[in-house]
């Protein structure tokens, strides 16, 4: 250990029963993190008290914070900013600000490298880990990089290539659907040719939307959540996270050397969000773009099982959705609308359904209040607090900010805000400077010390 300083020793040997009773009295995380600045001794009782408080363990349920670019733009630190009195802490987060956090769950940053190396990375204790690559990665951005080449070859030669490299990777397979030109058409075949041709350039739309946009591997990983923190539990955690171009699932556990992948077979593409429940009904569910809620056990063996069917409720394949609990413990769903079909834009109101009848015919029912709950909404593991034990936290509200999935040259990740279910009002509490409006999206965090 590096010696002390003269002024840090002196801090340091203040009795620790007057240290405790000073983080008995402090009102904020953000207190709490400036405690643990002063010395070396003054954060091992702070991340003490942390783990066994001797008063009420209200530090473990903080309200989320905001984490943005600093006033002067700096690549490698973030400042954070309170919604409740729209303040912006002075202190930093040694976070670089080059990259986009893949998700935020427990109080860990998710970061995706251009290896598809996953990094758990602590801004509060500093700590980092780091997890194998998504190796079905590397098999999307091969087809990407090669589509070229593969292009121009016969049609069963591209798919015995795209077999091997499906091999390559621990990819799915994919049944071998025949080309055009290898089926006999009866009837008018020019026709029913005109006709093929004309649906695909339909379905294939504005290729500015298509999965070119996933090209930055930062962006190759939609969402990530974690079923605990892992220092409070470092040998039984696992992460689970929505991936690739057609949002499908991965989850990897403490200790494992490779990723496993749960198949289109056993859980649809298009997934939306993943919670981890804590509370009533314990468990880890999935939401997809069609209304689909599954419950999944990956402790064991892995387990899918399917909740609700599918419904009309906002099925579009551009909206967001969301999968959160709350306070009561009831799952809702809530959908994001915005200004563009394509999700580009400003968010102009969410709509929020509450699953019923879990034990008889789970399905969703529009509601609309969140009565004394305040939502928060983005990149990271959704989260809901009791609106009346935070001053100043808006009850029946959600606060958001801005999740696009895509490259930000529409004017920024500048979709922050506040929206009111009462009375059906978006508010805007933090904005972009100009300046920073091409640096990645801003993201909640929820202070911890572990």
């Not at 200790?255 to 593409?269: A, E, L, M, P, V």
């Not at 936290?393 to 801005?402: A, L, R």
């Not at 508010?427 to 010390?449: G, K």
Request: aromatic share 12%.
């Amino acid at each position: 250990m590096a010696p002390q300083s003269n002024s840090e020793s002196v801090w340091a040997s203040l009795p620790e029963e007057l240290l405790d009773s000073i983080l008995g009295r402090l009102a904020s995380m953000v207190d709490f993190i400036r405690f643990s600045v002063v010395c070396s001794d003054w954060r091992w009782i702070a991340y003490e008290n942390y783990r066994n408080p001797p008063h009420d363990p209200w530090c473990r349920h903080q309200l989320p914070l905001l984490m943005v670019p600093t006033p002067d733009s700096s690549t490698d630190t973030r400042n954070l900013y309170d919604v409740r009195g729209k303040r912006l802490y002075d202190f930093r987060l040694k976070v670089p600000y080059h990259r986009r956090c893949a998700g935020s769950s427990h109080g860990w940053l998710i970061f995706v490298h251009d290896s598809y190396q996953v990094t758990l990375f602590n801004p509060f204790s500093g700590k980092s880990i780091h997890l194998p690559p998504i190796r079905r990665l590397f098999f999307e951005k091969r087809i990407r990089d090669e589509v070229d080449e593969t292009s121009v070859l016969p049609h069963f030669e591209k798919y015995q290539y795209e077999k091997k490299l499906r091999d390559e990777y621990d990819e799915e397979e994919e049944e071998y659907v025949p080309d055009i030109d290898e089926i006999v058409f009866y009837g008018d075949g020019e026709d029913e040719g005109d006709e093929l041709e004309q649906d695909e350039e339909e379905e294939s739309g504005d290729p500015e939307f298509g999965p070119e946009r996933f090209h930055e591997s930062e962006y190759s990983v939609v969402r990530g959540v974690l079923s605990t923190n892992p220092e409070i539990n470092p040998n039984g955690y696992f992460l689970m996270v929505i991936y690739g171009t057609q949002s499908r699932l991965a989850f990897i556990k403490s200790g494992d050397q490779h990723w496993t992948y749960i198949d289109k077979s056993i859980c649809d593409q298009n997934v939306r969000d993943v919670l981890e429940s804590g509370y009533v009904r314990r468990g880890l569910y999935v939401l997809d773009h069609l209304g689909v809620l599954l419950s999944c056990d990956v402790k064991t063996n892995l387990k899918v099982e399917k909740i609700t069917g599918l419904d009309r409720l906002h099925n579009d394949l551009n909206q967001k959705s969301y999968l959160v609990e709350s306070s009561k413990g009831d799952l809702l769903r809530v959908i994001r609308l915005m200004e563009d079909e394509y999700c580009y834009g400003m968010t102009i109101k969410f709509v929020v359904y509450k699953l019923v009848d879990f034990c008889g015919d789970p399905h969703w029912t529009e509601v609309n209040s969140l009565g004394n709950d305040a939502l928060f909404l983005g990149d990271n593991h959704s989260i809901s607090v009791v609106a009346s034990d935070f001053i100043g936290c808006q009850p029946n509200s959600i606060y958001f900010c801005d999740d696009c999935d895509d490259f930000y040259n529409h004017g920024g990740p500048n979709d922050i805000g506040v929206f009111n279910l009462q009375d059906g009002c978006v508010r805007r509490h933090y904005t972009l400077a100009h300046s920073q409006r091409l640096m990645p999206p801003s993201i909640w965090i929820s202070p911890t010390f572990l």
